[in-house]
């Protein structure tokens, strides 16, 4: 019996250590989310603690010859497919057991909270909205250790959780053909996986579709004298900007005849400045374009910048107007290079003041289920 007590595990000695309190205290956290209404915090901390965490994957190696290449898009499609189920099944856990136990906004800052076991004021608890994100990586942004781009810093603000399907990179006339677009009609058809219609879709699109190498097709030869519009070859751009507002219009038939009571948010985007500078091994997206059209400076380049998403706004505006809001995001930014991550992703406090214009207009629209 004695060689047995002296046989315990290094583990077994650690968790009977006096000053090894970590799991009690967790377990004494979780305890006290138990009953009652819950933050959105609180319901995301509850669903994180019932899932293990997953072992980091190896690096892959890059493919070699065509049949390398097909399997890695196959891969490629499998992880995204992995990741928009792991991604509906959380929003799923944690919006149900907000909408069981109750939605409470959380604490402003500074604010103390209540003490345990205090009763809440009577308008503690809120009705939670129901919103689905679709876009590109102005929601879904890929760079690691920044905080995401709208839709995570959205959510608090909020109180609510947010399906979020955006992809870094998309297009509209992908989110618009057929495989997009049979997940999305899947979404408005059945509504919420946690039960009832959808009150919101963010729409997040039109931005890709614009820059990158195609942007050589319609942006002209520097000439010196000329204003920025006579710089861009109208007839080409006009023919991209058709194809993105023909994505913006299915997608609003496709809300009207499917799930007509979801109201609709788009944005513009901001004057991106074309200074070269990428992110996770992806970009320049601007600069490429200038420099091989003969465009002398950063500030000339800038200016058919604006021009092209000048008109990309005004495309916007033409689009049908009822149950659509279109947030005007143009010239939220200083037009410095500071206010930008890269040629395409605003900084942090940029991003940040983007979630609040959203939350200002979704608050426009549904004043009392906004926390």
């Given amino acids: ?67 390398d290449v097909g399997r890695a898009r196959r891969d490629l499609e499998a992880r995204r497919e992995r990741e928009r189920r792991r991604r509906i099944q959380e929003f799923t856990e944690t919006l149900t057991l907000m909408k069981r136990r109750g939605a409470r906004a959380p604490a402003p800052k500074g604010k103390q909270k209540p ?5 809440e004021p009577k308008d503690a608890s809120f009705k939670p909205l129901q919103i689905l994100a ?35 990179g998309d297009e509209v006339r992908y989110m ?4 997009e677009r049979k997940i999305l009609m899947e979404q408005l058809t059945h509504g919420c996986p946690a039960g009832g219609p959808w009150d919101a879709l963010l729409f997040s699109g039109g931005g890709n579709d614009i820059v990158d190498n195609p942007m050589a097709l319609w942006v002209k030869d520097w000439q010196k004298g000329l204003p920025p519009v006579n710089l861009i070859n109208q007839p080409r751009f006009s023919a991209a900007l058709e194809l993105v507002r023909a994505g913006y219009e299915d997608l609003i038939l496709l809300r009207n005849r499917l799930s007509p009571d979801t109201h609709l948010f788009f944005h513009s985007y901001d004057f991106a400045i074309p200074d070269g500078r990428g992110v996770c091994f992806l970009g320049p997206w601007l600069k490429p374009t ?29 689009l049908p107007s009822q149950n659509i809001t279109l947030i005007l995001t143009q010239g939220t930014l200083a037009p410095v ?14 991003f940040n003041a983007f979630a609040e214009m959203f939350r200002a207009k979704i608050k426009a629209v549904f004043p009392a289920r906004v926390a």
Avoid: C
Avoid at 19 to 46: D, F, H, M, V
Avoid at 138 to 166: C, H, Q, T
């Fill in 176 to 179: 618009l053909g057929v495989k």
């Fill in 290 to 318: 200038f420099d091989l059209r003969g465009f002398p400076t950063q500030g000339d380049g800038f200016a058919v910048v604006k021009e092209l998403l000048t008109q990309f706004e005004q495309m916007q505006k033409s």
């Fill in 115 to 119: 003490p345990a076991g205090a009763q």
């Fill in 1 to 67: 019996m004695a060689s047995r007590k002296k046989g315990k595990s290094a583990k077994a000695r650690k968790a009977q250590r006096p000053g090894n309190t970590r799991p009690a205290r967790k377990s004494t956290a979780i305890k006290a989310l138990a009953t009652g209404p819950i933050t959105l915090k609180e319901a995301q901390a509850l669903v994180a603690a019932s899932h293990p965490v997953s072992k980091a994957r190896s690096a892959a190696v890059p493919p070699t010859n065509p049949a």
């Fill in 134 to 168: 679709e876009g590109d990586s102005w929601f879904d942004y890929p760079k690691p250790f920044f905080g995401g781009s709208i839709i995570p810093r959205l959510e608090p603000l909020l109180g609510v959780p947010i399906l979020n399907l955006a992809k870094a």
């Fill in 337 to 350: 290079v500071g206010s930008w991550d890269n040629e395409l992703h605003p900084e942090k406090a940029g």
